[in-house]
């Protein structure tokens, strides 16, 4: 008879064993040079209350055919085969099939080396020789079951690392807003995009120089995943420094394109970008934009939608583009509203129609006469509503309210 060594796995209750495989037989694959010893099994699989089916092969060089077709719920694995001895044939089985379980079969003097596979990664061994039916077929569903566990265990772990990460990537992409004095009210947002796992590259700042002026920021790298957030959060940070550092306007914008090609992780990845500067009770502020949308001024109860001159998005053409620098009128109590494209590329209707640049200005002017913070999160509030049969909005959304000339 075949005994198991693990005594753990008598603890699975049967009641939940036997829904395990809804019906379906579980697939082994016996790797066994010895005919006799693979009658034996073959007999024990007969007896056994577990129906599963069975495949004989007779070396790893077979195995390894085999696994490359199909990978099977469990592997019995005899070690001393013409091609694999000892703790080799765990490794070579564990290389073709890291998801398979693995009970291996030894002899009667070696459960050492049994309990060797075991620390190795088997999920169990099996003495030849001590074989009963009932026996053999609890080993290979616990085996299979232990297999289960563990992997469901590292795909856990491996989801809190990514929360972890990704956390330490929001932190870089929603920074405090560095400002000096007062007279400047701004109201920042960030919201992910109902279709990712991980954080996308939308990213914003704002930062009050030593001489007072007021610069804000939103960009957009293309693309979603740790790579893309992670530029983003080198972008933000480069930014911040130029604007600390003196450096504005198209030579700020220059220097950020060098670290994009620098940083990127495939050429096609690019950014786009909006950047003002404004002095506190001016009526003006500078603008450049590479790539990136319009933006919205709020004057009173209007609200505009303004595009001024740009330059191609960032990693496009580089080191060949120019960004203008625009004036922006800015009236007394107006405001300036920043915003990446996340916003109005929403569905409003389970078709193709989006919101788009008309659909968000017409949300922004019936939320005119609301205060900053209830105007900006009613805004991405009422864009969220309209796309909730399609899921939500499925892109990052940033968005950046500013006003530096209150009357």
């Known amino acids: 008879m075949v005994t198991s060594r693990t005594g753990a796995a008598r603890l699975v209750p049967t009641a939940r064993i036997e829904g395990e495989w809804d019906g379906r037989e579980p697939s082994v694959l016996l790797i066994e040079d010895d005919p006799g010893d693979a009658l034996l099994v073959e007999e024990l699989v007969t007896d056994s209350a577990l129906k599963m089916s069975l495949r004989w092969v007779r070396s790893m060089t077979e195995a390894a055919e085999v696994l490359a077709a199909e990978v099977p719920d469990c ?34 003097a070696e459960e050492q080396t049994g309990l060797a596979a075991v620390a190795a990664g088997a999920q169990d061994y099996l003495v030849k020789g001590r074989v009963e039916p009932e026996l053999f077929g609890r080993a290979v569903r616990y085996a299979i079951q232990r297999k289960q566990a563990e992997q469901s265990a590292v795909a856990l772990q491996a989801s809190q690392m990514q929360a972890r990460e990704n956390a330490r990537l929001e932190r870089g992409l929603l920074p405090r807003p560095l400002l000096r004095a007062g007279g400047v009210q701004v109201v920042a947002r960030y919201r992910p995009g109902r279709a990712q796992a991980l954080l996308g590259g939308d990213f914003y700042d704002i930062v009050q120089s030593a001489d007072g002026a007021v610069h804000a920021l939103v960009g957009d790298v293309s693309g979603h995943g740790p790579d893309e957030a992670a530029l983003g959060v080198a972008l933000r940070i480069a930014w ?15 220097r950020l394109e060098e670290l994009l090609v620098a940083e990127r992780a495939r050429d096609e990845v690019f950014a786009t970008l909006v950047s ?12 450049v934009r590479a790539g990136h949308p319009g933006l919205l001024r709020r004057t009173g109860t209007q609200v505009d939608w303004v595009e001024v001159p740009g330059g191609p998005a960032l990693g496009m053409i580089p080191g060949v583009a120019g960004w203008p620098t625009a004036e922006l009128p800015v009236p007394p109590g107006a405001s300036v509203v920043l915003f990446t494209d996340g916003l109005f590329e929403g569905h409003v209707s389970r078709g193709t ?26 805004l991405i509030d009422r864009a969220e509503g309209l796309a909730e049969e399609r899921g939500g909005l499925a892109d990052d959304v940033a968005v950046v309210h500013v006003s530096w000339n209150q009357k």
């Open 276 to 287: 003002l500067a404004a002095v506190p009770g001016s009526h003006s502020a500078s603008v």
């Open 240 to 254: 911040r420094t130029l604007v600390l550092s003196g450096v504005t306007g198209a030579e700020q914008v220059a």
């Open 75 to 108: 592997v019995l694995l005899d070690l001393h085969l013409p091609d694999a001895q000892g703790l080799e044939a765990l490794s070579m089985v564990q290389a073709h099939a890291d998801q398979v379980a693995v009970v291996v079969l030894t002899g009667l």
């Open 353 to 378: 129609e989006r919101l788009g640049e008309d659909g968000l200005l017409a949300l922004a002017r019936e939320s005119a006469t609301l205060p900053a913070e209830d105007f900006v999160d009613t």
